[in-house]
């Protein structure tokens, strides 16, 4: 979500934010300074982060500065997006900057709280270069969270006193937006003290899980999926969850569920590996719906191999298998594509793949599927696929 849009959320918690404005116009962002009635700052609102780096918040001594800089970011393309709205927000005497955020830890299978008394930068760097600075402590998920356990929490983070009260106050009302809005993250980075010695959320990260959107419905999730790039929109579309991983990866993967999926993922970066993706075909596989959901994969950029995991359970492996081999005869598909597949109909669906000279794990492992797939890759030149 933007930032506007989480701090507002914060914000009905109790979470303490600057005071601030939106603008879609440059005359706009002059009305929202004046109203502020103090410096101020200019933050394009776009779904990626670092846009400091990028350029994309700015600030203003007066509202005719903010006009003019708001002339210069608005309709700016950053990272694929273009700018069409502004935060314009006041400018905070920051006299020390935290992290606070909550997140899913897999290896604990819960959810984490993460604070750290530097905020401002990449808590991933400083978790790689200082991991002592960084403090962690599990939520229970089953348990209410307590008002005590966020002060405890808060006061490893140099808290004490009336400022201890304050803090504790926003981590409890964080940890509630995190369960109450089924977040994958919630972020406050920096989490500021002013010069004034009050706490304020400087900027928000709030990531919902889309599964969950049904209960969300005044979240905007029209806008949400405007801001898909166009892989995951025909994927969604299509009504396939797809992850786009943004980590220079080369395979793709399908699951014939998202645990597998997750299995094989980790599986691949086993034998070296790097996944590009993550496609989940889910039940009722058609044999449109698997060869929509293997051109998917094989679009990716990067793309150099494909593991196809499945189990004809609720879906049938020869129609499964029927969908792969449409693909192979459409295109022109000159990576490996290794199939492990069983369930019901397989027989059919083995003859099918073996007829097109699919590499084929029949009562293997994902382990095994996963090494022969790192196997043909390696022994293939590099370069992207091309479905044509």
Not at 136 to 145: A, G, M, R, T
Request: hydrophobic share 40%; net charge negative; charged share 25%.
């Amino acid at each position: 979500m933007y930032e506007i849009e989480g701090k507002a959320i914060f914000k009905s918690y109790g979470i303490p934010i600057p005071r601030g404005e939106k603008a879609t116009t440059p005359e706009e962002a002059k009305e929202a300074a004046e109203k502020i009635g103090s410096e101020v700052v200019l933050k394009a609102q776009i779904s990626s982060g670092g846009r400091g780096k990028a350029g994309v918040v700015k600030f203003a001594k007066t509202p005719d500065e903010a006009k003019a800089l708001a002339e210069q970011l608005l309709g700016k393309e950053v990272k694929g997006e273009t700018v069409k709205l502004l935060l314009v927000e006041e400018k905070i005497n920051i006299a020390k900057e935290l992290y606070l955020g909550i997140t899913l830890d897999p290896e604990l299978q819960k959810p984490v709280i993460i604070g750290c008394a530097e905020g401002g930068m990449d808590i991933e760097e400083v978790a790689e270069k200082h991991p002592e600075k960084i403090v962690k402590q599990p939520l229970e998920v089953l348990k209410p969270f307590k008002i005590h356990q966020a002060n405890d929490f808060m006061r490893q983070l140099g808290f004490h006193g009336k400022q201890l009260v304050q803090a504790g106050k926003i981590l409890y009302g964080l940890v509630r937006v995190y369960f109450d809005y089924d977040a994958t993250t919630v972020e406050i980075n920096p989490l500021v003290i002013t010069g004034d010695n009050e706490i304020i959320a400087a900027d928000s990260k709030l990531v919902v899980d889309d599964s969950s959107s049904y209960r969300h419905p005044d979240l905007p999730w029209e806008r949400l999926n405007e801001n898909l790039k166009p892989l995951e929109k025909e994927a969604k579309e299509a009504g396939f969850p797809f992850v786009l991983l943004e980590n220079n990866g080369y395979i793709g993967i399908i699951g014939g569920g998202a645990g597998v999926g997750l299995a094989t993922m980790d599986t691949i970066y086993h034998h070296g590996g790097i996944p590009a993706n993550f496609l989940d075909t889910g039940g009722g596989v058609t044999r449109e719906r698997m060869a929509k959901a293997l051109e998917v994969v094989l679009k990716t950029p990067g793309v150099k191999g494909v593991i196809a995991n499945l189990f004809g359970g609720i879906n049938n492996c020869a129609i499964m298998a029927q969908g792969i081999v449409d693909v192979l005869e459409k295109h022109k598909v000159d990576i490996p594509i290794v199939v492990k597949m069983r369930g019901h109909h397989q027989e059919e669906g083995w003859k099918l793949l073996e007829k097109y000279n699919v590499p084929l794990i029949k009562y293997g492992s994902t382990d095994e599927a996963a090494e022969l797939l790192m196997k043909l890759v390696r022994e293939r030149s590099a370069g992207n696929v091309s479905v044509g």
